[in-house]
């Protein structure tokens, strides 16, 4: 089992920054590839950013790229998501997830078997 959980979320204006941090305990943080999803009200949960478990590897979504950086802190347990220029379209709820194959970048969420809570993000125009 892998626990994850979410902070960072918040309310901000139109052009702002926001940092999640997602926290992980459990199994080893290492074998596991991460990623983040979004949700908005009536809308499916979308695939926002992904980091392989070394690192070095990452994927975005079109609509984040140049804006949103992932990273991850393997001797802290933790994956992190920069938001830089946000838009009133980037309010959702935000969920960090733990995939079990570390060298590669799922964007469907079959492809995750661990999610966290979700942090709230508001975006006011």
């Known amino acids: 089992q892998v626990q994850l959980v979410e902070s960072g979320g918040g309310l901000v204006q139109t052009g702002g920054s926001l940092r999640l941090s997602c926290a992980a305990s459990g199994r080893t943080f290492g074998n596991y590839a991460m990623g983040w999803f979004r949700q908005a009200p009536g809308k499916e949960r979308e695939f926002a950013a992904g980091?392989?478990?070394?690192?070095?590897?990452?994927r975005y979504a079109d609509s984040v790229k140049g804006r949103f950086t992932i990273s991850r802190d393997s001797a802290k347990n933790t994956v992190s998501l920069q938001m830089n220029s946000l838009k009133p379209e980037d309010t959702a709820a935000y969920f960090c997830?733990?995939?079990?194959?570390?060298?590669?970048?799922?964007?469907?969420?079959?492809?995750?078997?661990?999610w966290g809570q979700g942090t709230q993000v508001t975006v006011s125009s």
């Open positions: 997830a733990a995939a079990a194959m570390p060298y590669f970048v799922p964007t469907n969420r079959d492809g995750y078997q661990y």
């Open positions: 980091i392989t478990a070394s690192g070095i590897g990452t």
